[in-house]
């Protein structure tokens, strides 16, 4: 996937990426016009704090 790839070339470990593809088993829209395919070009980005950062969190 082309955010990956970006991520990884700014130097984000592939090991601390994982990607999941819904779009063709749960559309948001019809596959069947130009507006629905758009629409169903969806990227969500889910940050998660790894321990340290949790750590660091509570001691402040």
Known sequence: MLFLSFLNE???SSARLKSMGSGESDPVA???TDHGKE?????????VAN???KKDSTTK
């Open 10 to 12: 700014n130097n984000v």
């Open 39 to 47: 629409l169903n070009r969806i990227v969500e980005i889910v940050l």
């Open 51 to 53: 321990d340290q950062l």
């Open 30 to 32: 019809t596959n069947k």
